[in-house]
T-cell receptor
Framework: GAVVSQHPSRVICKSGTSVKIECRSL??????MFWYRQFPKQSLMLMAT?????????EQGVEKDKFLINHASLTLSTLTVTSAHPEDSSFYIC?????????????FGPGTRLTVL | ARSVTQLGSHVSVSEGALVLLRCNYSSSVPPYLFWYVQYPNQGLQLLLKYTTGATLVKGINGFEAEFKKSETSFHLTKPSAHMSDAAEYFC?????????????FGTGTKLQVIP
């Protein structure tokens, strides 16, 4: 099956710093990638949809200047949490849509645990 | 209204017992249906999916789910629970209405397996 990787898997940073999370599709081209946030014991919340070569589409309530998304190639999307604060601590999961998929199926990365001190 | 509902945020079963996790959708056109499993601090792994064809779908790890249009349901079952099945399970839907549609996740069901 299609494989999506995320890096890093875990990051701890100080308040006020920026953190970049990478999402890569390893064996397929992903014209569209998605970024989700998951709070403890809750479901996934879609933050934004990232399309290769164009600006990301953010969901209502998600600050685009705080969560910068770049989808520079067909296999890589990055999420940068700028000026991170403790309330940004969460589990961030990306997914990638296989361009060849008939059913818009998404393949998920293993997630990144962000802890802001 | 939520387009996908999972009844029971926590389910406990004894090892070897039947596992039944419930999922109902609310759309006039049956969507594409998925079940994912998530282990602690990990991403989502696809268990199985229904898109078209046979309504009984078999997935990995001995799980299966049956699409029932009349009941707008896609319940996940496994005949005999194993300790390694303890995890969080998410039902998800993608509208079958052409073009690109977003995935909507249920609220999740945490499965506990008691030895």
């Amino acid at each position: 099956g299609a494989v999506v990787s995320q890096h890093p898997s875990r990051v701890i940073c100080k308040s006020g710093t920026s953190v970049k999370i990478e999402c890569r599709s390893l064996d397929f081209q992903a014209t569209t990638m998605f970024w989700y946030r998951q709070f403890p014991k809750q479901s996934l919340m879609l933050m934004a949809t990232s399309n290769e070569g164009s600006k990301a589409t953010y969901e209502q309530g998600v600050e685009k200047d705080k969560f910068l998304i770049n989808h520079a190639s067909l296999t890589l999307s990055t999420l940068t949490v700028t000026s991170a604060h403790p309330e940004d601590s969460s589990f961030y999961i990306c997914s990638a849509r296989d361009y060849g998929s008939l059913y818009n199926e998404q393949f998920f990365g293993p997630g990144t645990r962000l802890t802001v001190l | 209204a939520r387009s996908v509902t999972q009844l029971g945020s926590h389910v406990s079963v004894s090892e070897g017992a039947l596992v039944l996790l419930r999922c109902n959708y609310s759309s006039s056109v049956p969507p594409y249906l998925f079940w994912y499993v998530q282990y602690p601090n990990q991403g989502l792994q696809l268990l199985l999916k229904y898109t078209t064809g046979a309504t009984l779908v078999k997935g990995i790890n001995g799980f299966e789910a049956e699409f029932k249009k009349s009941e707008t349901s896609f319940h996940l079952t496994k005949p005999s629970a194993h300790m390694s099945d303890a995890a969080e399970y998410f039902c998800a839907v993608i509208p079958n209405s052409g073009g690109y549609q977003k995935v909507t996740f249920g609220t999740g069901t945490k499965l506990q397996v008691i030895p």
